[in-house]
């Protein structure tokens, strides 16, 4: 099997690389090296790669996935260069546990979809090998290499082979291919620049990313405007990272953020509701919150949030807001379900109810008023964050039904614990509680002891409430006039 892997993938000599280590050269190789995957001279800003041997680091197979070990494996058999790098390796060293395990290799993604069946490939921006092992998926990337030194092989599209930038210096498409130093130095984080090898189970540091944790610092590798610039996501990275590693982002990456933040709106919406999900319900919520307000990158992300905490610093809206993100921190550390449907209605609540309060001066109802209003805040935040529609219309439900829960007589209470999204609202109503004081807390007690009481408790807690939980004056009747009949 093994010299069929060869014969079908022939001519993938691995190349050595470009930097001696201040130990052992990783991987090196009696075969030339591949002169088009050589870095252009004087082109690297990193300092000499170091091997740290398996007996100087405390990374054991036993804590990595046994899925990742089999791609690094099969890469290795077929002739490939494979390494697990960045995340998965800095939490390791760290003592956490990695959500996810990544590889990159020397082999292109189309050759990588050769070695596995189980392989997808994805993305324009950036080409990506999946494998896919029932729910955990592996990522498969390939060297990145430097724009200047674009290969050219027949085999290849054009569209996946060259870089493009914008006008800002953002990359639109990067799949320019090279040698794993030049894949180290286009990565972005130095504690990311980590790479394992099941060759010689050593781990290779390209860009002291050994200093860096042990400073417990956040540092860019090159130019952090220019690296910025290249990917702003790298803003919401570099803040997250920092609360979740309990770490601090160094002066020089944290000086141009507030001027940079700007850049986050040429990122495309989508891509930003996921980082912003990663930031919000992965246990450091609050955290990163106040980050982003005090870096002013909330005001890019969440721009009607932002005005009203300008008015009013550590007002009902503040109070709304970080009570949320401190639960759902809670509710993820105890392992609970959380949604982006809650969080999001929290954050954007208040925008929504300044609006409708404008529409019902100009004369619109209430309901009328809250249902346009609730429309032009989610149509005016999708052109930034593209929240999915599953979670926007649960908004609206926990939205809508705030009213609904003044209005308790008769039936109505019994109705809505019936109501799909009762738990959802009700939790909402007491952040409010929280956030507001006055009647909204007693009408929350009321609802707690409504949930849990039996038939007869939840009848007398409905005759006790009087006048307080009917609707305000009659409906009025529309009247219609008789046609007057044909004689």
């Not at 060259?162 to 090279?178: M, P």
């Not at 020089?252 to 700007?262: F, G, N, R, S, Y």
């Not at 009328?368 to 439900?397: C, G, H, S, Y």
């Not at 509680?433 to 609802?447: D, F, K, N, P, T």
Request: proline residues 6%; hydrophobic residues 40%; charged residues 30%.
């Amino acid at each position: 099997m093994l010299d069929f892997c060869r014969r079908t993938f022939g001519g993938k000599a691995k190349p050595s690389t470009a930097r001696k280590a201040k130990t052992v050269k990783p991987q090196q190789q009696d075969a030339a090296p591949d002169k088009r995957n050589q870095p252009v001279p004087g082109a690297s800003q990193l300092p000499d790669v170091v091997r740290i041997g398996r007996d100087k680091h405390g990374i054991s197979r036993k804590d990595i996935s046994p899925n990742a070990l089999k791609v690094l494996y099969r890469l290795k058999d077929a002739g490939f260069d494979a390494y697990l790098v960045g995340g998965c390796i800095r939490d390791l060293l760290m003592g956490i546990q990695p959500k996810d395990f990544d590889v990159v290799t020397n082999a292109k993604p189309e050759q990588v979809k050769q070695v596995f069946r189980n392989c997808r490939l994805i993305g324009r921006r950036f080409r990506l090998a999946h494998v896919v092992f029932g729910r955990e998926v592996i990522e498969v990337a390939t060297f990145r290499g430097h724009h200047s030194g674009s290969e050219d092989e027949d085999d290849t599209a054009p569209k996946l082979k060259t870089a493009s930038l914008s006008d800002h210096g953002q990359i639109l498409r990067d799949n320019v291919y090279g040698t794993i130093d030049e894949d180290a130095e286009r990565r972005d984080f130095t504690l990311n620049a980590l790479y394992y090898s099941v060759s010689d189970f050593a781990v290779y540091d390209f860009a002291n990313g050994m200093q860096a944790i042990s400073e417990r610092k956040i540092e860019l590798i090159g130019d952090p405007e220019t690296r910025y610039r290249e990917d702003p996501v790298r803003i919401l990275r570099a803040i997250r990272f920092a609360t979740k590693l309990n770490m601090q982002i160094a002066p020089a990456a944290a000086e141009p953020i507030p001027q940079l933040a700007v850049l986050l709106k040429n990122v495309p919406a989508p891509r930003l509701f996921d980082e912003l999900v990663k930031m919000l319900l992965a246990g450091k919520g609050f955290d990163n919150f106040m980050l982003m307000r005090d870096t002013k990158v909330l005001k890019q992300l969440l721009p009607q949030l932002d005005k009203l905490l300008k008015q009013e610093p550590e007002g009902k809206a503040f109070t709304l807001a970080t009570q949320a993100l401190q639960n759902t921190d809670e509710r993820v550390a105890a392992d609970k379900p959380v949604t982006p449907a809650f969080i999001f209605a929290a954050l954007l609540w208040y925008p929504v109810e300044v609006r409708a309060q404008a529409l019902m001066t100009d004369g619109l109802s209430d309901i009328d008023a809250m249902n346009i209003a609730m429309t032009e805040v989610l149509d005016d935040i999708q052109r930034t964050i593209a929240i999915p529609k599953r979670f926007t219309l649960a908004m609206r439900d926990i939205w809508a039904l705030q009213s609904r829960l003044n209005k308790r007589a008769g039936r109505r209470a019994f109705k809505l614990l019936e109501q799909p999204k009762f738990r959802g609202a009700f939790d909402f109503l007491q952040l409010r509680a929280r956030a507001e004081g006055g009647s909204l807390i007693e009408l929350a007690q009321w609802w707690e002891r409504f949930q849990f009481a039996d038939e007869p408790s939840r009848l007398q807690l409905i005759n006790q409430l009087g006048k307080d939980g009917i609707d305000k004056g009659p409906r009025r009747r529309r009247s219609y006039k008789r046609k007057p009949t044909a004689e």
